[in-house]
């Protein structure tokens, strides 16, 4: 055992000596520090330019425009009400923003622009805030409206179109371009025809709006022309239901709670295969460059070639759980020491960390799987003369390996209850992947348990393997071994 752990801590101190090693181990917490800024770079793109021309007298006009007024007015309502629901805030229960359980009607909308709409509304919120709470995060707008340019109504033809070729595709690197240009021509009332006018590929949720729009006026000119008296046609025209919406509060969704309950198991499943992947990599070039210079000689006069693997596959299994350990504390960190969307996103994704059972299996399989993958790593390593060789045998092995990963992490997030999962899921080298990526699905206990015990079995069964091919091979020298050749050392017995 003396031997084991003096191979081990020697191993442990050749990675962490690596430039390579530090540089890996920034790259999470960089990311933390740098992902506020990240996540304003990463916001959408300037709001969809829109100016309405109305040749037909206003009436039409005028209600579009306030229509895409109310809906922007709409998105800043709604996202307020979630803001004092996802924090508790005890405001006024009259309040429109206390009110989580309706969709906001264009009466009420314009009630909270009249009000003073959100400037106002931060100002009775504000003292309610509790200390440590983040601001309210105002949503960017979708749509900014632009006034039409002087003289442009009277415009018809070539000239009105030659007009609109410049506002869509203006001239001038400072020059803002117009994305929807409205033109609603005289007649519309008897032809119901209008000219939408685009920069680009039209969102549907734009067209939809100015369709709806169009179409009231459109009815309200019919009611008024059948006798039906202007106001009662506008009041029939702008009649809808007050639709209550019961819905989860921010996070408690079907959907949102999933994510979010698979957040640390598929982090845990994906810092396995990063670390993995790194730590293997060392270890295999530590590996290689001990038999391509001869030190190997030297080495197992002071120790066995067991004693050499298992101290190997501990230094490298240490080396992966600093990184590990690491990054989780800049993630606990990141979570309780920051504010905004992501510190939200990721406290309630710790919560699998109060079960107990959760944290036996996460620690068991990450550790076990960690030393089955490291074996792969470590036989590569005992057959190879140079790194050149070792890529020959490592590629298929991570193509193996992280292939099904990409699909597995895909289908969890999809629900987690497909077949293929299932069947990942009993495949020894998947499963510690399978396994961890389904804990925040609900994976039924006796799966978990029988899992872990086929992985148990199948590590030994590697360990008993990788002991004959590292006797037989560490001291081999010549060409690259084959296929029958590999299979004669596995069945070598110690001597």
Known sequence: MNNILLVALREYRQITRMRSFWL??????????????????????????????????????????????LDEQRRVLNDLSRYVQRHKLRTDPRALWSQHDRWYSDAEVARFEAEGGLDAALRRIGPLVPAGTPDFDKPEPWVELVAPTPGLARLTGAPLQQRIDTLLRPEGEEARRIDYLVVI?????????????TAGRPRAGVVTTIQDVLTRSLRERVLV??????????????????????????????REALLVRSILPLAASYLLMMALMLSGSWMLQGTVEERSNKLLETVLAAVSPEELMYGKLIGTVGVGLTMIAVWIGCGV?????????????????????????????????????????????????????????????????????????????????????????????????????????????????????????????FVVLQLVFLGRLFRASLLATGQKPGFGELMQRFRRQKA
């Open 24 to 69: 890996t181990l920034l790259i999470l917490p960089v990311a933390f520090a740098l992902a506020p800024l990240a996540q304003r770079f990463m916001e959408a793109d300037e709001a969809d330019r829109v100016m309405i021309v109305d040749q037909s007298g206003g009436a039409a006009g005028q209600a579009l425009d306030q229509r895409l007024r």
């Open 185 to 197: 021509p005289a007649d519309f009332a008897t032809t119901g025809t209008i000219r939408l006018h």
């Open 225 to 254: 022309e059948n006798g039906v008296s202007p106001a009662v046609a506008a009041a029939a025209s702008t009649v809808t239901p007050a639709l209550l919406v019961s819905q989860p509060p921010p996070g408690g969704g079907a």
């Open 333 to 457: 960190f990141a979570a309780y020491a920051t504010q905004g969307a992501i510190a939200d996103m990721i406290r309630p994704a710790l919560a699998p960390l109060t079960s107990p059972g959760t944290i036996v299996a996460m620690i068991y399989f990450f550790v076990v799987g960690y030393v089955a993958i490291s074996v792969f790593f470590l036989a590569v390593g005992a057959i190879s003369d140079s790194m050149n060789d070792a890529q020959g045998y490592l590629m298929p092995i991570i193509l193996l390996i992280l292939l099904p990963i990409t699909i597995l992490i895909q289908g969890i997030l999809d629900g987690g209850q497909g077949v293929g999962i299932t069947v990942l899921t009993w495949v020894p080298v998947w499963t510690p992947f399978a396994v961890l990526a389904r804990l925040g699905t609900g994976i039924p206990a006796w799966e978990v348990i029988g899992a872990g015990l086929l992985l148990a079995a």
